[in-house]
């Protein structure tokens, strides 16, 4: 089991159940910040100077903004650069979000070992991550469990990500071809548009194009 613990969260009363959570399981260490940069900095000074790393990150995505200027935005750009200094180093993601999208992002493209929904069941649930990370398996909150799987339900493919954000960018179909054309983005025919576009649009019970781009901004896959 883990010994020393960050858990990065701008929440106090989040962040004090989480340490709770981590002393009742035995940690010795458990450390907290309110702010991102100052947990990349805690990071690298654990390592290279202490000569005592952290076993584990815990952390939230969303940050509020305040009067400090901060390097990194949020969660997303921590585990990101945690994962890029220390490429083993065990970072669990818990937050409020639970769009498959995000999930794929944060586990698949930038190096998350564990994903957990804040819920009223979250304490178990993050009990569970805590000791599937700790024997180096993978773990999702229940309601998002789907997100992984290659048919999930909300996912677009990368050439569908790119028709969709033209399209929430006002571009016309005509537009929309000369821009995949002009980053060799294929197929980018008018035809192959628009079966995009109506796959789309049927797959998400969406009126029209406007009504479609609207649905996909709310679950936050464009």
Known sequence: M??????VDDHATSSQGVSKLLTSIGVEVVETTFYCDDARLKAIKAHDILKDPYNLVITDLSFKQDHRDCDLKGGEDLVKHL???????????????????????LMNECG?????????????????????????KIYLSKEIRKALHVNAENSLTPYEKEVAKSLSEGMSQPQISSYLRKYNISPNSLSSIEKCINRLKDQYNANNAVHL?????DAKLI
């Open 112 to 136: 998350a070992n564990a994903y957990v929904c804040k819920s009223r069941t979250s304490e178990k649930e993050l009990k569970a991550a805590i000791h599937s990370v700790s024997v180096n």
């Open 213 to 217: 781009v609207s649905m996909l901004k």
């Open 83 to 105: 994962r890029n200094l220390f490429p083993s180093l065990p970072i669990i993601v818990y937050s409020m979000e639970d769009h498959f999208q995000k999930v794929r992002e």
């Open 2 to 7: 883990f010994q020393k613990v960050l858990i």
